[in-house]
Nanobody, 127 residues
Framework: QVQLVESGGGLVQAGGSLRLSCAFS????????MGWFRQAPGKDREFVAA????????DYADSVKGRFTISRDNGKNTVYLQMNSLKEEDTAVYYC????????????????????WGQGTQVTVSS
């Protein structure tokens, strides 16, 4: 069974930065592509970023392009989300997801694709 544990969330002022981490355990991390999603109060969960097994392919939501960077360290079984120039509208619970198989952008952007999810980490951006 895959387990995912997110960390790194917190309270930050607008314009600041945070780095989220998602620790993966249970199976071979490099067999999985990974995604970050977020859910703000009263809204549906939305795609943020995704990355293939090697880190060679990444995709981002338009709302975070140029500000957020997804990366992974297969030696540490961890995926990261570096968030810069944070805005109030980035406030949400951030979740990482894992799916075993071949990466395809269309699939990776859909929450229904993922087999496993972490418990989430809260990110709050204040003005």
């Amino acid at each position: 069974q895959v387990q995912l544990v997110e960390s790194g969330g917190g309270l930050v002022q607008a314009g600041g930065s945070l780095r989220l981490s998602c620790a993966f355990s249970g199976f071979t991390f490099s067999s999985y592509f990974m995604g970050w999603f977020r859910q703000a109060p009263g809204k549906d969960r939305e795609f943020v970023a995704a990355i293939n097994w090697s880190g060679g392919s990444t995709d981002y939501a338009d709302s975070v392009k140029g500000r957020f960077t997804i990366s992974r360290d297969n030696g540490k079984n961890t995926v990261y989300l570096q968030m810069n120039s944070l805005k109030e509208e980035d406030t949400a619970v951030y979740y990482c997801g894992a799916r075993r198989g071949i990466y395809a952008a269309g699939q990776a952007m859909s929450g229904r694709t993922y087999d496993y999810w972490g418990q989430g980490t809260q990110v709050t951006v204040s003005s």
